[in-house]
T-cell receptor, first 113, second 111 residues
Framework: GENVEQHPSTLSVQEGDSAVIKCTYS??????FPWYKQELGKGPQLIID?????GEKKDQRIAVTLNKTAKHFSLHITETQPEDSAVYFC????????????FGQGTRLTINP | NAGVTQTPKFRVLKTGQSMTLLCAQD?????MYWYRQDPGMGLRLIHY???????AKGEVPDGYNVSRLKKQNFLLGLESAAPSQTSVYFC??????????FGEGSWLTVV
């Protein structure tokens, strides 16, 4: 089955700087890679996703890149703001049957004012 | 638009007690999932359902049972709670596409 590794587990950046979170996956058949943001006491919320036929996707200050050959994908947040502080999870799908998502371990991002 | 709703939000159980977590979605989604979240371990799939009347085991199914009698509801049961089941439980549902929507979570403590 799919295995997803996420790094770093914690990340602290100054407000206005960029933050990068990286994930690797094991199953070359995976073709869907979402990123979720989880605020304290809340459920994960989808912030951006990418499919395997695309190498990069942007949505305002957030971008995701995908390297299918190396089986890794990254989340980039530019011009970070205090409200970006949260736990971020990457995931990859098991591209069969129920299309289950396998999650990384999470990254706690702290934006320092 | 409620999305995915979980009840209860908080519960404390004694070891050996039973309980049921209820998940309801109003988006007419076929697929529903129960995950548990533990520190440093991300979200792990307990059980899932691909449609009304179906259930299947996920990554960590032991100690849990599920039922999907109605399309909009997915119930997670603990028959005999153990301290190792202290966790935050998330229900999720998805469309025929890949996008998964999560509920707000249920905090369960087993003492």
């Amino acid at each position: 089955g799919e295995n997803v590794e996420q790094h770093p587990s914690t990340l602290s950046v100054q407000e206005g700087d960029s933050a990068v979170i990286k994930c690797t996956y094991s199953d070359s058949a995976s073709n869907y890679f979402p990123w979720y943001k989880q605020e304290l006491g809340k459920g994960p919320q989808l912030i951006i996703d990418i499919r395997s036929n695309v190498g990069e996707k942007k949505d305002q200050r957030i971008a995701v890149t995908l390297n299918k050959t190396a089986k890794h994908f990254s989340l980039h947040i530019t011009e970070t703001q205090p409200e970006d502080s949260a736990v971020y999870f990457c995931a990859a799908n098991e591209n069969q049957g129920a299309q289950k998502l396998v999650f990384g371990q999470g990254t706690r991002l702290t934006i320092n004012p | 638009n409620a999305g995915v709703t979980q009840t209860p939000k908080f519960r404390v159980l004694k070891t050996g007690q039973s309980m049921t977590l209820l998940c309801a979605q109003d988006m007419n989604h076929e697929y529903m999932y129960w995950y548990r979240q533990d520190p440093g371990m991300g979200l792990r799939l307990i059980h899932y359902s691909v449609g009304e009347g179906t259930t299947a085991k996920g990554e960590v199914p032991d100690g849990y049972n599920v039922s999907r009698l109605k399309k909009q509801n997915f119930l997670l049961g603990l028959e005999s709670a153990a301290p190792s089941q202290t966790s935050v439980y998330f229900c999720a549902s998805r469309t025929s596409g890949n996008t998964i929507y999560f509920g707000e979570g249920s905090w369960l403590t087993v003492v």
